[in-house]
Nanobody
């Protein structure tokens, strides 16, 4: 699976952004496949943000984004989205979309990664 993320930018605190991730596959994406979003701020480790199970649409969120971020997918278009509302300066990071068939929360279990897209939230 090849992934390409887009949609980052500069936004004021309290604002919103929607990130997109386009998946290119030869064949179909299996229903058990997990698509996730991670982020990495300067000087910090990459952290889990959210994930979705491709078939059932089951969603998972980190505690610090729960209630503010919403992950979704459009299966017919092989697209995954991350709607980010009520953004805070601490959400500033490079955001990556990723895919795995082996886990949900740990970055090391993901074997497909898109390029990052920078999100900057000003105070």
């Amino acid at each position: 699976v090849q992934l390409q993320a887009s949609g980052g930018g500069l936004v004021q605190a309290g604002g919103s952004l929607r990130l997109s991730c386009a998946a290119s596959v030869s064949g179909r994406i299996f229903s058990s496949y997990i698509m996730g979003w991670f982020r990495q701020a300067p000087g910090k480790e990459r952290e889990f943000v959210s994930a979705i199970r491709w078939g059932a649409g089951t969603t998972y969120y980190a505690d610090n984004v729960k209630g503010r971020f919403t992950i979704s997918r459009v299966s017919a278009r092989n697209m995954v989205y991350l709607q980010m509302d009520s953004l805070k300066p601490e959400d500033t990071a490079v955001y990556f979309c990723a895919g795995t068939s082996r886990g949900i929360f740990a970055a090391r279990t993901y074997d497909s990664w898109g390029q990052g897209t920078l999100v900057t939230v000003s105070s």
